[in-house]
């Protein structure tokens, strides 16, 4: 199915799923062994760490 | 130079609440639940409260500024915390068996706490304002 882009003032809810595959590829770290402030803070660092792996 | 002095405060708060810091009400030790824990609490809330749980597990100022999104009547966080604190009474013995499943302490130790102080647990139990220290 087709996702929904967000409308103005709507903040796109986080899929957990995927975050979950994202940590744990990027960081070796479980879902489940973080805080939901904790998983939010590696997810936001994720655009960092794809440009300095890039070199950018 | 402010600027610059806000900016460090802030990464110290995140670097804080990385921490899963410890929080103290009432002589009782409170560290943020892990994720699934956190969600589990979350759901627990709702059934035990209804669509109302939003008061406990959204940050008031969220709260405030939905409803002046939305138009309707805007109830301010004094009021949207007095209405949790009041659900926090109406269900006291259910809302304490429930903090009581996520934090190893007693449905009789947690009695001893506030219906403030038990917002304020369940605040920082769910993260709901990880950054206001």
């Known amino acids: 199915m087709a996702r929904r882009a967000p409308v103005e003032g709507e903040r796109e809810s986080v899929d957990w799923l995927e975050a979950a595959c994202l940590l744990r590829a990027v960081y070796g770290l479980e879902l489940h062994g973080l805080t939901t402030f904790q998983a939010m803070v590696y997810l936001a660092g994720l655009p960092r760490v794809v440009a300095l792996t890039r070199g950018l | ?133």
Request: net charge negative; hydrophobic share 45%.
């Open chain 2, 1 to 133: 130079m402010a600027k610059r002095v806000g900016a460090d405060a802030l990464v110290e708060s995140c670097v804080e609440a990385l921490g899963r810091p410890e929080r103290v009400l009432g002589g009782l030790s409170f560290r943020p639940l892990l994720f699934g824990e956190q969600r589990a609490l979350e759901r627990g809330l709702q059934e035990l409260l209804g669509e109302e749980a939003f008061l406990l597990t959204m940050p008031l100022s969220f709260t405030v500024r939905l409803q002046q999104a939305q138009g309707g009547v805007v109830m301010d966080e004094g009021l949207l915390r007095a209405r949790a604190l009041a659900l926090l009474r109406t269900h006291g013995e259910r809302v304490l068996e429930l903090l009581a499943l996520h934090t190893g302490y007693s449905v009789e130790q947690l009695g001893q706490l506030t219906a403030g102080e038990l917002y304020e647990a369940v605040q920082h139990l769910l993260e709901v304002n990880p950054l206001a220290g």
